[in-house]
């Protein structure tokens, strides 16, 4: 168990409105990911973080933005939600050994109407 | 660019045995291998990296052929438990041999095992 939580765990919320989900782990970590994931397309890099303040752009950033002030907590955000984000949405850290393992949080499943 | 995987979907009977490709394009560093049941997170099963290391995790191994760019996952006398969906993750190179940053998973296949 890597110690990583994720709020909320469901969320159902109307087109246009402002989301932010909150990944949370306990063990330090450097680097966080926050992933979404939709049948047919595996897992799809949102945005990534290696440390407080540094972050980066994924493969399907558009519409979506983080911010991370401390080591434990990566925020998710959506700045006007949209129907096409609807989606499940996990946080995954790396281990802090060799060779830098993923491990995922348990997921938040998001419904944008 | 994803990685391809296959089969899409497999289906065994308990004790027999599956093999799961995943195919990039790209000049990979490592390849990792999780699994994923049915309304839960995935799970790290390993992580093969650049020098065609083969690893195993109980009756559950893999291969990477760097050359290839192609790494198969090996699913020996599988149990009711191995079901679920098996996603490859790569990282290629150009991360100058790290093996954490950006991974590019594939679609998954879905494996399912009958009594």
């Known amino acids: 168990d890597a110690g990583i939580t994720q709020s909320p765990r469901h969320k159902v919320t109307e087109t246009g409105t402002p989301v932010t989900l909150r990944c949370h782990q306990t063990?330090?970590?450097?680097?966080m990911y926050w992933y979404r994931q939709d049948p047919g397309h595996g897992l799809r890099l949102i945005h990534y973080s290696y440390g407080v303040k540094d972050t980066d752009k994924g493969e399907v950033s558009d519409g979506y933005s983080v911010s991370r002030s401390k080591t434990e907590d990566f925020l998710l955000t959506l700045e006007s939600a949209t129907s096409s984000q609807t989606s499940v949405y996990f946080c995954?850290?790396?281990?802090?050994?060799?060779?830098?393992?993923?491990?995922f949080g348990p997921g938040t499943r998001l419904t944008v109407t | 660019q994803q990685p391809v995987q296959s089969p899409q979907a497999v289906i065994l009977r308990e004790g027999e045995d599956a093999v799961i490709n995943c195919s990039s394009s790209k000049a990979l560093y490592s390849v990792h291998w999780y699994r994923q049941k049915h309304g839960e997170a995935p799970v790290f099963l390993m992580i093969?990296?650049?020098?065609?290391e083969q690893k195993g995790h109980d009756k559950i191994s893999a291969s990477f052929n760097e050359k290839k760019q192609q790494s198969s996952l090996y699913l020996t006398a599988s149990q009711l438990s191995y079901s679920g969906t098996y996603f490859c993750?790569?990282?290629?190179?150009?991360?100058?041999?790290?093996?954490?940053?950006?991974?590019?998973f594939g679609q998954g296949t879905i494996l399912t095992v009958h009594p």
């Open positions: 063990e330090n970590h450097r680097y």
């Open positions: 995954a850290i790396t281990g802090t050994h060799y060779p830098y393992e993923q491990y």
């Open positions: 993750g790569t990282v290629p190179t150009l991360w100058g041999g790290t093996s954490y940053g950006k991974l590019t």
């Open positions: 093969l990296l650049k020098g065609g």
